[in-house]
């Protein structure tokens, strides 16, 4: 198969969606620091994966618990392999066995964690449960929490030569079914959501950027910015190499962003639906001509 990269870079607007330890009553988001100290939040890639395989539609892969103790480990079943489930021949595995190397598949689809474009100010939450405590004349407890309302941005990129294909088990799919999960896989992208602390967040891509490369790198995953509500055009077009820039394609939801327009003209942005479909139908035409 010839070499190609499947790559999108995604912002998306959410609330409080991934939380870290506890600090006494504190719930704190999970955060990273840039700069001069500006605080950032972000949501793991860990979370959005198991979102992902969450929405696939297929079955999650069985798991077992092995060894005792604190040596215990949870790790995939030696039956759990890539032909009966794409969630691990998406995102791999590794199954450990006693007096042996075990056996082990690299992440064919990799993600990026999502960062907030925005800062965040030290927002609290407070939570009470006073509703319960009036019904028997109880005294409320209170809590509270990190929020932060923001824009992120996160990138996946999917190997389409190494899926379906797994040199461990001797497995290869045919080229219908690899082209099956890809076009699933980015289905659950434009309608991705998390559910936490009751609310259900929604992830799906308000600007998104890519395509199917000759090359396999996250293309676009660091000159994607909002400032002011409006995507930065020139960070962007400062990465279009002629080669990248034959198969790019640009998706946006109207009215999202203030520079709609400038996206339109710039980046021929179309509409949401049809970036995903360009995507899929090039999916499509990289398996049909291997």
Request: net charge neutral; aromatic share 10%; charged share 30%.
């Amino acid at each position: 198969m010839k070499i190609k990269g499947l790559t999108i870079t995604v912002i998306f607007q959410a609330e409080s969606a991934n939380y870290g330890e506890s600090v006494g009553n504190v719930a704190s988001l999970k955060k990273i620091s840039r700069g001069q100290g500006d605080q950032y939040t972000y949501i793991s890639r860990q979370a959005l994966r198991y979102n992902i395989a969450e929405q696939l539609g297929e079955d999650l892969a069985p798991v077992k618990a092995e060894g005792s103790g604190e040596k215990k480990v949870v790790q995939f079943s030696e039956d759990a392999t890539i032909d009966k489930y794409p969630e691990i021949d998406f995102f791999g595995y590794l199954k450990t066995e006693k007096g042996t190397g075990g056996k082990k598949r690299n992440a064919k689809v990799r993600l990026s964690n999502a960062i907030s474009l925005e800062s965040f100010k030290g927002d609290l939450d407070f939570l009470t449960n006073k509703g319960q405590a009036d019904k028997i004349k109880e005294n409320m407890n209170i809590a509270q929490a990190e929020i932060h309302r923001s824009y992120y941005r996160y990138t996946i990129t999917a190997d389409l030569e190494q899926i379906g294909e797994d040199k461990e088990y001797a497995i290869s799919l045919d080229n219908k079914e690899r082209a099956r999960r890809v076009k699933r896989l980015l289905d659950t992208i434009a309608f991705l959501y998390r559910d936490i602390r009751g609310r259900r967040e929604d992830l799906k891509p308000l600007f998104a950027i890519g395509g199917v490369y000759d090359i396999k790198n996250p293309v676009f995953q660091n000159v994607v910015s909002v400032k002011n509500n409006c995507i930065d055009v020139a960070e962007i077009k400062g990465v279009l190499y002629d080669n990248i820039e034959v198969d790019t394609y640009c998706g946006v939801v109207d009215r999202s962003f203030d520079n709609t327009n400038e996206l339109k003209e710039q980046l021929h942005a179309s509409s949401m639906p049809d970036f995903f479909t360009l995507l899929k139908q090039k999916v499509d035409m990289y398996y049909e001509s291997n």
